[in-house]
């Protein structure tokens, strides 16, 4: 190699570092600015287009503030079904009284046994698979439950934004509006209100903190915390964040009676949350829904107790919340936020579940169907159990068997009714509390089989 040659070569080695030198500087360069820009979202998490106020109930309002979530939210207009849960798509033909065009699939269609069940009671008429947040108010609104029965304005607390609504009729008082809300005939109170649950329903508009906005949880929590001995609890000021996640669900996805005249929307929580703590609840107030028109028993509708099942499972003794599965944290940019498209954690198994559980998405569907299945089973035999207790005493009191004689056999009915009912209403399909949701259904069975064992030597004029 002779000395120009030489030259050449050190010139282009040169050149060649000088390209790396500067491409490696830009890089790192662009890298270094994308962090910064990173970091400035993150302390930015939202940019303020609108003022949000305490009366904003509109999501749309507060989606110009938060568009990632309102997105999300807008979302729960889906219909997908899992195997033990979610609603499909049902076309129907509209008419005056009823406008929709889709529906989802009836319950009572697929399962004519709870027409028996619910006999005399408006759930007999209809009863659907439960749809996504954005048709929690239409579908209160439309269901033939408004027509065959005289519902109280107290059914908005769990179906509707009714957090300003409480406060305007209440003069700024939202335990005073509540009250009165609760009383009304529910086509009078419905012109209160024209959106389903709402971002102010959960959120502070100025902090953006979570809070609990239902008088009928503020109540009922603080009556379950009296008798664990906490006296006076207020859930705003005392609750975690972490217990917030799940409280702020626990609103509405809870069991609840109408107390009174009043129609007074109560949680009957002050025994406990257990299913046993709650039927004590009502047998010492003397509380029934309705009187089974073919057994003549005062019997018990659960509503969806979610909550008080929740309560009871592996996830709530390790401190997972609601939010933690149904609305997991995702990653946009920068940005940290929960999915706002709640939904089951069997349709967003990566994000719900395979945070904590380092097992396939395969893996943990069957475990979780594993379970309802077998929670599935078990209510079957229950509701099969049920059916022949009903019929039983049906057929002493059409062979004239005197309302004494019948009390014991009608006691078993109303438990294994409400215990059947507390699985079947809650969401879950067992899973929420595995153990728990099948001692409950066996439970029930014991009650319908010592029911029919009461029934056994009965006769006429007995």
Not at 1 to 16: E, K, P, W
Request: net charge positive; aromatic share 8%; glycine share 6%.
């Amino acid at each position: 190699m002779n000395n120009a040659q030489a030259r050449g070569r050190s010139v282009r080695l040169t050149i060649g570092i000088a390209v790396a030198s500067t491409l490696a500087a830009v890089a790192g360069v662009a890298l270094l600015v994308n962090i910064v820009e990173r970091k400035q979202e993150a302390l930015n998490p939202y940019y303020r287009v609108v003022e949000l106020t305490d009366t904003t109930v509109v999501a749309e309002t507060w989606g110009k503030n938060f568009p990632m979530q309102y997105d999300d939210y807008r979302r729960t207009v889906d219909q997908v079904r899992t195997r033990f849960g979610g609603s499909e798509a049902v076309p129907r033909t509209p008419t005056d009284a009823d406008p929709r065009s889709i529906v989802s699939q009836s319950r009572l269609e697929e399962d004519p046994r709870l027409k028996t069940i619910w006999a005399g009671y408006a759930f007999a008429t209809d009863f659907r698979e439960e749809r996504g947040h954005a048709y929690m108010l239409e579908d209160q609104i439309f269901t033939e439950r408004q027509r065959v029965g005289q519902q109280p304005g107290a059914c908005l607390h769990c179906h509707a934004s009714v957090y300003v609504a409480y406060k305007q009729v209440g003069n700024g008082d939202l335990v005073k509006g509540f009250k009165r809300v609760n009383q009304m005939p529910y086509a009078e109170a419905r012109l209160l209100v024209n959106h389903p649950v709402s971002c102010i329903d959960c959120h502070d508009p100025n902090t953006m903190q979570l809070r609990v906005t239902r008088p009928g949880f503020m109540e009922g929590i603080r009556a379950l915390k009296e008798s664990q001995g906490i006296k006076n609890y207020d859930v705003n000021s005392m609750a975690t964040r972490q217990e917030m996640r799940a409280y702020v669900c626990g609103q509405c996805h809870v069991e609840y009676y109408f107390r009174g005249k009043e129609k007074r929307l109560t949680y009957p929580w002050s025994n406990g949350l257990r299913v046993d703590d709650i039927m004590s609840y009502y047998d010492e107030i003397k509380f029934s829904d309705w009187t089974h028109p073919e057994t003549g028993a005062g019997v018990l509708k659960a509503q969806h107790p979610e909550f008080e099942l929740w309560n009871q499972g592996i996830h709530a003794r390790s401190g997972v919340a609601c939010a933690d599965c149904h609305m997991p944290y995702k990653r946009v940019g920068a940005l940290k936020i929960s999915d706002h498209h709640v939904r089951s954690p069997l349709l967003n198994i990566n994000r719900a579940c395979q945070t904590c559980h380092r097992w396939s998405e395969e893996e943990l569907r069957n475990r979780a169907e594993n379970i309802q299945e077998k929670t599935y089973t078990m209510r079957n035999i229950a509701m099969n159990a049920l059916v022949d207790l009903i019929n039983d005493i049906r057929k002493a009191r059409q062979a004239g068997a005197k309302d004494a004689v019948l009390a014991t056999a009608r006691s078993y009915q109303r438990r294994a009714q409400f215990y059947i009912d507390f699985i079947e209403a809650e969401n879950s399909m067992g899973f929420h509390a595995p153990q728990e949701a099948v001692r409950i259904l066996g439970e029930s069975i014991n009650f319908s089989r010592l029911g029919q064992v009461a029934l056994k030597n009965v006769t006429s004029g007995r």
